[in-house]
């Protein structure tokens, strides 16, 4: 089936030289097969970039590397590098990451083609010349597949990570939804009941009573207001003890074993110390669970007198490159209040330390 695609010009410019085994049979009886079988080639390559039909993609296949072999016996060694256009093809458009049809058929006849230089009536330089460009061929095969590779896992890693932020974002939703149907759904019923017992005072001429009822909607009401305006400070600032509840749930649905470790009364923090240690074992938490492809993760507490500690150990694959830059929004937030942030072990176990001036309130 014909699909619409933009193709990279990149794939065309090997083309060009399907000149050279025409030059070569100039004036020879095969002259026109040449031609005719070298346009077929050149059709065959350019079709496969825009099909997906598995039967015409193997014919196609196959014609070309029958053009390979038969234009590399019967006509020049040198026509054994249209391989190379194979070779793109297997590495960048297919983009295999296992053997198949393709990738075996494509080896053998590099195989065969190589055997011909070396027992062909042909000079060592040739030779030489021959082992080299597919030398070099199969190197930038095998980059090639790996940069796709590389690139796939990268995908992957960034999907999941968008599954991750949405599962994240739909537990908090859920807490979010929970504290407000537990208490403005509690605060309306409240308020529909003594409506309607005013009414019935209201009916009946009890002035006092109904007076009564009044004065308990006036509270009722300001009370909702101030649980209002609590549910919504909380969505500025939820406690340690709060975000710690939440850490495990999203390690969980992450498939992590999340340990906590507590050396210390949580309550003793003070509340702009605990704003800070909610968003930072945020940040530690989200590194691990989008970068670090862990199965066990330990976070400890720790209080040193005057100065308060968290770790967070993983065992995963760390920081593979360490620079300067990791962290590095973690260290501006930790300046900020005279803290620190070390890494410790930079992978198996990665281990990284953030370390606050400690105040009890």
């Given at each position: 089936m014909?699909e619409k695609?933009?193709?990279?010009?990149m794939y065309f410019t090997?083309?060009?030289?399907?000149i050279?085994?025409?030059?070569?049979?100039?004036?020879?009886?095969?002259f026109p097969?040449?031609?005719g079988?070298?346009?077929?080639?050149?059709f065959?390559?350019i079709?496969?970039?825009?099909m997906?039909n598995?039967?015409?993609?193997k014919v196609a296949?196959f014609?070309m590397l029958?053009?390979?072999?038969?234009t590399?016996?019967?006509g020049?060694?040198?026509?054994?590098?249209?391989l190379?256009n194979?070779s793109n093809?297997?590495t960048?458009?297919y983009?295999?990451?296992?053997w198949?049809?393709r990738?075996?058929?494509?080896?053998l006849?590099l195989?065969i083609?190589?055997s011909w230089?070396i027992m062909?009536?042909?000079?060592w330089?040739?030779v030489?010349?021959?082992?080299v460009?597919h030398?070099f061929?199969l190197f930038?095969?095998?980059?090639?597949r790996?940069?796709?590779a590389?690139?796939?896992?990268?995908?992957q890693l960034q999907?999941?990570?968008?599954?991750?932020?949405?599962?994240?974002?739909e537990?908090?939703r859920?807490?979010i939804?929970?504290d407000?149907h537990?208490?403005?759904?509690?605060v309306f019923?409240t308020l529909?009941?003594?409506?309607?017992?005013?009414l019935?005072?209201?009916e009946k001429?009890?002035?006092?009573?109904?007076?009564?009822?009044?004065?308990?909607?006036?509270a009722?009401s300001?009370?909702?207001?101030m649980?209002?305006?609590?549910?919504v400070n909380?969505?500025?600032?939820?406690?340690l003890?709060?975000e710690l509840?939440?850490?495990?749930g999203?390690?969980?649905?992450?498939g992590?074993?999340?340990q906590?470790q507590?050396?210390?009364?949580v309550?003793?923090?003070?509340?702009?110390l605990q704003?800070?240690?909610?968003?930072m074992?945020?940040?530690l938490a989200?590194?691990v669970?989008?970068?670090?492809?862990?199965?066990h993760?330990y976070?400890r507490f720790?209080?040193?007198?005057?100065?308060?500690?968290?770790?967070m150990?993983?065992?995963?694959?760390?920081?593979?490159n360490?620079?300067d830059?990791?962290?590095?929004?973690?260290?501006?937030?930790l300046s900020l209040?005279h803290?620190?942030?070390?890494i410790e072990?930079?992978?198996?176990?990665?281990?990284?330390?953030?370390t606050?001036?400690?105040?009890?309130?």
């Amino acid at each position: 089936m014909f699909e619409k695609r933009k193709i990279n010009p990149m794939y065309f410019t090997g083309l060009i030289f399907l000149i050279f085994p025409i030059v070569y049979a100039w004036g020879d009886i095969e002259f026109p097969f040449i031609v005719g079988s070298s346009l077929l080639f050149g059709f065959f390559y350019i079709s496969l970039l825009y099909m997906r039909n598995p039967l015409y993609e193997k014919v196609a296949w196959f014609y070309m590397l029958f053009y390979v072999l038969y234009t590399t016996f019967a006509g020049n060694i040198q026509s054994s590098l249209f391989l190379f256009n194979l070779s793109n093809l297997l590495t960048w458009h297919y983009t295999e990451d296992r053997w198949t049809y393709r990738t075996i058929s494509y080896i053998l006849t590099l195989i065969i083609c190589l055997s011909w230089a070396i027992m062909g009536p042909f000079t060592w330089e040739i030779v030489v010349f021959m082992f080299v460009l597919h030398s070099f061929a199969l190197f930038m095969f095998y980059g090639g597949r790996q940069e796709v590779a590389k690139e796939k896992m990268e995908r992957q890693l960034q999907e999941q990570n968008a599954s991750i932020n949405l599962l994240i974002a739909e537990n908090e939703r859920n807490r979010i939804g929970q504290d407000l149907h537990d208490s403005l759904g509690h605060v309306f019923a409240t308020l529909a009941i003594k409506a309607e017992l005013g009414l019935k005072q209201l009916e009946k001429g009890n002035l006092s009573a109904v007076q009564q009822e009044l004065e308990d909607l006036q509270a009722t009401s300001r009370k909702s207001m101030m649980d209002v305006r609590n549910i919504v400070n909380q969505l500025k600032f939820r406690s340690l003890e709060e975000e710690l509840q939440g850490l495990q749930g999203v390690f969980e649905m992450a498939g992590i074993v999340l340990q906590i470790q507590e050396e210390l009364e949580v309550s003793y923090l003070s509340p702009v110390l605990q704003s800070n240690l909610t968003m930072m074992v945020r940040e530690l938490a989200n590194n691990v669970i989008k970068h670090a492809e862990a199965s066990h993760v330990y976070l400890r507490f720790k209080d040193l007198g005057d100065q308060f500690v968290v770790e967070m150990e993983d065992d995963g694959k760390g920081f593979l490159n360490q620079t300067d830059t990791e962290l590095v929004s973690l260290r501006n937030r930790l300046s900020l209040i005279h803290g620190k942030v070390t890494i410790e072990s930079a992978s198996r176990p990665t281990l990284v330390r953030l370390t606050l001036p400690f105040r009890k309130e």
